[in-house]
């Protein structure tokens, strides 16, 4: 005898919608197909017409909700439906009326449990998409790249755009990720999904707008100007503030989106493929900075120190602080938002002379978009547009505390070989110090602090400028360090003769690590430029403990280099190198 265990499920009688993807669908041309996906619970998918999940458009006008003919629904699973839904010609479908812009439609679903019809059940749930006439800036949909948060935006500030319908491409939104050109070192004001050049290719576009603007100003005017692209994808777009976006020039400048062919002499903001007026008060200054993780550990990087660049968000890459003032590592802050540089320092560029090495004047001389190459500043000792640092008149825009205690800004402006807009701040850390009031913190309520011996800590990093301090909340890892240092006698160029004199091995530096945790720090050679990475006694030497780098044999005239590594005999403080060079004359 065999006995069987058949399970009878009962069918699911309520089906739900909970969300649909996307919420809007562009007007479209006739013949188009979009992609929509709605989401819900117990929805039931089947070959079968009396069993699948029946969908269906609600009539704006209260009748009994409907399937259409040009929506396709197919039930992917009890969660989720795939709709192909098409454009139809003008006046031949009442229930889907894509030549209304900001018509909305209403879907509509049922679970038919073996019944036929159109419907063959009561409506059990509904949900809604809108058409529209081109792309929708979302309310706060403007933001700094830096804070994802909508603010009072600075020229130059690097944003991103959310919204919706911002291109299509095939039928539906753009799926990939659009990326702009650079073109003679400059991004460009477009991105497109078609094949550049060609015909009827069109451009996804980004335009700051004076606040007088209307729907006649045409958008090649002197009150609208194209921010470059960094790149877009159908519901975010990377772009950057032109520099013509001051608040000297319009209090309230209005952001639109638009998608569509080239434009034209007579393409204006009220065209078709443009988004409502995204209004925002500009600002001279809007600080931020750039995340690495959603920790937010900031892009700071270690640009000094054995630790030169390695990004400062792990104990294993924390930045050294060291008691010898000025001996900390220098670490180099990524952000954005402080507006148009200017300054009087005499090694700064200014904008203009920057347009004019890179023969931009006429066409970029707010260098929207440029990266700057350091082949176009006028002499080897200057620097990208930039402001004054720490300490000099007139006062730098933004200041800066790192684990509670002040840090000196060395370099404050434009990143080289960046995007006009990304600045790198060059940041000084503190001195490790003895004195608990004077040592970096974590900042919370019952405080660590980095000690002389302790581990890595990781500590806040604050900005702060003329709209007060920052709310941000950024962090970075320190942690104390040896002070490695060397006497330079008898120095660093030695005849041969003088060694001669001398015999051999002749000493010619000492390296010394204080304020280690033990009770005396141990050397090492690690590498020298006549055995590379892998150095044995045959050239170079170093005392185990006295540090004394000594010359070991006759070696040619040149110049050479050595490395020594110290290493904390208490174990706690990291390994500290120094590389010596020596120059060997007749």
Same mark, same amino acid.
């Given at each position: 005898?065999?006995?069987? %265990? ?13 969300? %649909?993807?996307?919420?809007?669908? $562009? ?10 996906? /709605?989401? +819900? ?18 009539? =704006? ?28 010609? *003008? ?58 948060? *909508? ?17 299509? =491409? ?6 990939? #990720? ?46 609208? @100007?194209?921010?470059?692209? /960094? @790149? ?8 950057? #503030? ?5 608040? +000297? ?12 062919? *080239? ?12 988004? &409502? ?6 600002? !001279? ?20 120190? &054995? ?33 148009? $540089? ?8 200014? #904008? ?5 090495? *890179? ?7 707010? /260098? ?18 930039? @402001? ?11 200041? @800066? ?17 960046? #995007? ?26 019952? $405080? ?25 909340? %950024? ?36 390296? !010394? ?42 070696? &040619? ?20 190198? %120094? ?8």
């Amino acid at each position: 005898m065999v006995n069987f %265990i058949v399970n009878i499920q009962s069918p699911a009688t309520t089906a739900t919608l909970t969300g %649909i993807t996307p919420g809007n669908l $562009p007007s479209g041309a006739v013949g188009e197909t979009f992609a929509v996906t /709605l989401y +819900g619970s117990r929805f039931v998918a089947s070959a079968s017409a009396l069993q699948a999940t029946f969908v269906g458009v609600v009539p =704006s006008n209260g009748g009994n909700f409907q399937k259409d003919p040009n929506i396709v629904a197919t039930v992917n699973s009890a969660t989720s439906i795939s709709l192909a839904i098409t454009v139809p010609a *003008a006046n031949t479908d009442s229930l889907l009326p894509f030549t209304t812009a900001g018509s909305t439609v209403t879907l509509g679903v049922c679970n038919p449990n073996g019944a036929a019809g159109n419907p063959p059940c009561v409506l059990q749930s509904q949900i809604s998409f809108t058409i529209d006439n081109g792309p929708i800036i979302a309310a706060n949909g403007v933001t700094s790249a830096s804070t994802f948060l *909508a603010a009072n935006l600075a020229p130059y500030d690097i944003v991103s755009i959310f919204g919706s319908n911002f291109c299509v =491409s095939g039928g539906t939104g753009c799926t990939g #990720v659009l990326t702009s050109q650079v073109v003679g070192e400059v991004y460009q004001n477009f991105v497109t999904p078609d094949v550049p050049n060609s015909t009827g290719e069109r451009f996804l576009q980004v335009f700051f707008c004076k606040s007088n603007a209307t729907a006649a100003t045409l958008i090649q005017s002197t009150s609208c @100007f194209a921010a470059p692209l /960094l @790149f877009a994808t159908n519901s975010q777009i990377n772009a950057i #503030v032109p520099g013509e976006a001051l608040s +000297g020039t319009s209090t309230v400048w209005d952001v639109y989106v638009r998608f569509g062919l *080239a434009v034209t002499p007579t393409t204006t903001l009220g065209s078709a493929g443009v988004s &409502p007026a995204y209004a925002y008060t500009a600002a !001279t200054i809007d600080p931020g900075v750039f995340i690495v993780d959603s920790n937010n550990f900031g892009a700071i990087v270690s640009n000094s120190g &054995p630790m030169a660049g390695y990004v400062t968000n792990s104990a294993t890459q924390a930045a050294r602080l060291r008691q010898s003032p000025g001996t900390s590592d220098v670490i180099d802050i990524y952000m954005t938002g402080l507006g148009t $540089p200017g300054t009087t320092q005499a090694s700064c560029m200014t #904008v203009a002379n920057y347009a004019t090495a *890179a023969s931009l004047t006429t066409s970029n001389g707010f /260098l929207d978009g440029a990266i700057l190459d350091p082949s176009n500043y006028t002499s080897t000792s200057m620097t990208a547009p930039c @402001f004054a640092p720490s300490g000099t008149t007139p006062a730098p825009p933004v200041t @800066f505390t790192v684990g509670g205690q002040n840090a000196t800004a060395l370099y404050i402006g434009w990143a080289s070989d960046s #995007v006009a807009g990304l600045y790198q701040i060059d940041l000084q850390l503190p001195a490790m110090s003895t004195s608990q009031a004077s040592q970096l913190s974590d900042g919370n309520a019952s $405080p660590t602090y980095v000690t002389p011996t302790g581990p890595a800590v990781q500590v806040p990093v604050v900005v702060t400028s003329s709209l007060g301090a920052s709310s941000q909340l %950024i962090y970075m890892y320190a942690q104390p360090a040896m002070t490695l240092s060397n006497s330079n006698t008898p120095g660093d160029s030695v005849s041969l003769a003088a060694m001669l004199s001398s015999g051999y091995p002749y000493n010619f530096d000492t390296v !010394t690590a204080a304020n280690n945790s033990g009770s005396g720090p141990t050397y090492t050679l690690t590498a020298d430029s006549l055995e590379g990475n892998s150095p044995t006694t045959t050239y170079f030497t170093v005392g185990s403990t006295t540090g004394a780098v000594n010359i070991v044999k006759a070696i &040619p005239r040149g110049t050479y280099t050595v490395t020594i590594k110290a290493a904390d005999t208490g174990g706690t403080l990291p390994d500290e190198y %120094i590389t010596l060079t020596i120059t060997v004359g007749a």
